[in-house]
């Protein structure tokens, strides 16, 4: 009776704001976007579905060449050629569980000599079981935390992102029941719950964003983490068809869920707290439940428990060290 009674209090908290009933209750106070990104270069991870996908063409039909980047060759070249506006899509192919893809893409990109106007950590992951790669990760870990630092690090130790970059961090819901636990990250152990490995990894992208803020805030460069709200994604049908079942109805469309991505990266408004989320244009708390911000950890520790997964793959430690 208890957890049902917790499902009921969840859905009856949080439906009215993160479906798409609070997103058409905010739209009317929200000035129409019609940014000009000519000449803008957009590098979105997880780019050829859902919410990336989505940010992608909105940034592409503004005039940006984004830079899509997903594992599946068939989706990502029907996913650019349905892309039309003055931008363009770009496809890359790489499979963000393996860093050494990851390694392998930045090297591609930097021959090229891209430079990155708004990077866009969006691919993810939630699995059912525990399933370990050839590197030795836990594999959503990996794709929604790790490889998104190493990317994002690499691209600022090479001088590949422009001087007045935007990064943002797709988050999720899933972080909110979610402590910053580094010692929980990348378990391979028995017992493994793929949801609160999910959520501790969209923990940890929330507190590395403000690791990054920190480090540079003497710069022009901005970093943010935001929360799409609970959209109709392939990734949703895949991992969560029950709470899909039960929301259908109300649930966001894609480009809803993308629309603060877009705003951010237009807008790249300043930001007041330290440990923030941005939801519908606005800055939020990262925290709705009191338990979640008495970590023992701190965005430091998180840093070098991904820098020491880094180092131990062997990339990226003759180029730069984290900035400290």
Request: with cysteine; glycine share 8%.
């Amino acid at each position: 009776m208890a957890k049902i009674w917790k499902i009921i209090t969840f859905y009856a908290r949080f439906t009215p704001s993160y479906s798409a009933i609070g997103y058409y209750a905010r739209r009317p106070f929200w000035r129409t976007l019609r940014p000009d990104l000519s000449g803008h270069t957009w590098l979105v991870n997880g780019g050829s579905e859902g919410v990336g996908a989505a940010a992608a063409r909105a940034a592409a039909q503004a005039g940006a060449t984004v830079i899509a980047v997903a594992r599946n060759p068939d989706r990502l070249r029907e996913f650019a050629t349905s892309v039309k506006g003055p931008g363009q899509i770009v496809p890359e192919m790489a499979d963000f569980s393996l860093q050494s893809e990851v390694d392998a893409l930045l090297g591609r990109l930097q021959a090229r000599g891209v430079k990155i106007d708004v990077l866009v950590n969006n691919v993810g992951c939630m699995l059912g079981k525990l399933k370990v790669t050839s590197e030795g990760l836990e594999t959503s870990f990996v794709t929604n935390l790790q490889s998104h630092y190493l990317l994002t690090r690499e691209l600022i130790s090479r001088g590949m992102l422009t001087a007045r970059a935007s990064v943002i961090e797709v988050s999720s819901g899933g972080m909110y029941n979610q402590p910053l636990l580094v010692k929980k990250l990348n378990d391979v152990g028995t017992g493994y719950e793929g949801v609160r490995a999910y959520g501790l990894a969209k923990r940890g992208q929330v507190v590395l964003t403000r690791y990054w803020r920190k480090a540079y805030g003497a710069t022009d460069l901005r970093f943010y983490a935001m929360h799409p709200g609970w959209a109709d994604t392939v990734g949703v049908r895949r991992s969560m068809p029950r709470f899909r079942k039960i929301l259908k109805s109300v649930l966001r469309t894609e480009a809803q869920g993308a629309d603060t991505v877009n705003w951010l990266a237009a807008a790249r408004p300043d930001q007041a707290q330290e440990d923030v989320i941005w939801f519908d244009r606005k800055e939020r708390t990262a925290h709705i439940y009191p338990h979640t911000p008495n970590s023992p950890d701190t965005a430091e520790d998180l840093v070098a428990f991904l820098e020491a997964n880094t180092q131990a793959a062997g990339f990226g430690e003759a180029r730069a060290k984290a900035p400290a």
